[in-house]
């Protein structure tokens, strides 16, 4: 079965912190692995994806097909780091680009 | 480019009724997927359009349908209404020929509540 699991529903640090939100899934296959972001009273965003192997506002994520895990870190959070992050994968399926989700990690960082 | 436009933003529906929630792609885009995120729960994938077919589906019933224009643009409908069917509905466009898979533009969704 395709699913994401994020076991955190809300994570809390002060700013200058290092964050890290865990992210695993199951997939068979080879999935792509997405973080998405929601700001407070903005839409639903891609943050980072893995293939692109990018750094997006000091974030990183780095694949681990062996633990089937996909973590979102950052070495020192900001306060505008505050917001909701879902890790998404989608299967290499012909023509398809369905997003499964995981139930969101509420990162709060304080002054 | 005003991006993925949803309508209405809120809707209040009685239980039995039906309700037509209506999605713009972001210019460009093709492809139109609609996902409903119920309260605390992260997005569930209902299906996905493009070139006026649903190319695939979630597991949802058949209450829920959909069409696409010509013009790309999508309704969602939902048949007899349940309590349950109360959610956050998101329209996501993406253009299929994209290289990398995945990255959908999100509209500000529809809240629906069934009483």
């Known amino acids: 079965a395709q699913r994401v699991t994020q076991p955190e529903k809300l994570l809390s640090v002060f700013k200058g912190a290092p964050v890290e939100l865990k992210c695993n899934y199951s997939y068979s296959g080879s999935p792509e692995l997405f973080w998405y972001v929601q700001y407070s009273r903005q839409r639903l965003q891609l943050l980072l994806r893995h293939i692109s192997r990018e750094s997006i506002k000091g974030f990183t994520a780095d694949l681990n097909k062996g633990e089937t895990s996909f973590h979102l870190k950052k070495p020192f959070a900001q306060e505008e780091d505050s917001a909701m992050y879902y890790c998404?994968?989608?299967?290499?399926?012909?023509?398809?680009?369905?997003?499964?989700f995981g139930t969101g990690t509420r990162l709060q960082v304080f002054p | 480019d005003a991006g993925v436009t949803q309508s209405p933003t809120h809707l209040i529906k009685t239980r039995g009724q039906q309700v037509t929630l209506r999605c713009s792609p972001k210019?460009?885009?093709?492809?139109v997927s609609w996902y409903q995120q119920a309260l605390g729960q992260g997005p569930q994938f209902i299906f996905q359009y493009y070139e006026e077919e649903e190319r695939q589906r979630g597991n949802f019933p058949d209450r829920f349908s959909g069409h696409q224009f010509p013009n790309y643009s999508s309704e969602l409908n939902v048949n007899a209404l349940l309590l349950g069917d109360s959610a956050l509905y998101l329209c996501a466009s993406s253009f299929l020929g994209q290289v990398v898979l995945g990255e959908q533009y999100f509209g500000p969704g529809t809240r629906l509540t069934v009483t």
């Open positions: 210019s460009g885009h093709d492809t």
């Open positions: 998404a994968l989608s299967g290499r399926s012909y023509n398809t680009d369905k997003l499964i």
